[in-house]
């Protein structure tokens, strides 16, 4: 089955500890993207990534890193987590970035 | 600054209704408009739209755009209890170094009571 895994589904943990969101895809897709989504502002891209060993900021990008080191695997970081992190995280993909996305399940980070 | 509105934010209606989701979009660079549907977990595609005044429709979906006003619309027909959920607009555009970004409305809330 076509998708796009995240894990963890939840975790609810404490300022300043390092947490990393895994994300993986089955579908060989070159495009892959990081979304948080917050009541009243939907969703907002973190960081994407073009193909493999390429990866660039989006529109709220400062707390979080990213790595493509292969194809289907695109983690996202948070080395030190602020409580203002809190939020429900997606992960997306598609074969090139001008397709429709595929969105993970997501994941809901609490930071206390 | 790029902007995605959605109206309303929040609907009820009853089972069989007909409901029309609207979005207003201002963005540079604009390449298409896209529409999702989330239940509980994650956005589920709908349509892609990129040309004017061209239909598409899916069973009882189906959505317009006008590039001209910089809206679209998303019509449900015969609604269901399982046409309930969170229905995004998000518009496609490019950024200056030429890759993509979406930006998305905040989102319909759409509930069906039977």
């Known amino acids: 089955e076509a998708q796009v895994t995240q894990n963890p589904r939840y975790l609810i943990t404490v300022t300043g500890k390092k947490l990393t969101v895994t994300c993986s895809q089955n579908m060989n897709h070159e495009y892959m993207s990081w979304y948080r989504q917050d009541p009243g502002l939907g969703l907002r891209q973190i960081y994407y990534s073009m193909n493999v060993e390429v990866t660039d900021k989006g529109d709220v990008p400062e707390g979080y890193k990213v790595s493509r080191k292969e194809k289907r695997n695109f983690p996202l970081i948070l080395e030190s987590p602020s409580p203002n992190q809190t939020s429900l995280y997606f992960c997306a993909s598609s074969w090139t970035f001008d397709q429709p996305q595929h969105f993970g399940d997501g994941t809901r980070l609490s930071i206390l | 600054e790029d902007k995605v509105v959605q109206s309303p934010l929040s609907l009820v209606v009853h089972e069989g209704d007909t409901v029309t989701l609207n979005c207003s979009y201002e963005?540079?660079?604009?390449?298409?408009l896209l529409w999702y549907k989330q239940e509980k977990k994650a956005p589920t595609f709908l349509f892609m739209l990129t040309s004017s005044g061209i239909e598409k429709k899916s069973g009882r979906l189906s959505s317009i755009l006008d590039k001209k006003e910089l809206f679209s619309i998303l019509n449900i027909t015969a609604t269901q209890t399982g046409d309930s959920a969170v229905y995004l607009c998000a518009v496609e555009a490019l950024r200056d170094q030429g890759a993509q970004k979406l930006v998305f409305g905040q989102g319909t809330r759409l509930t069906i009571n039977p």
């Open positions: 963005v540079t660079n604009f390449r298409s």
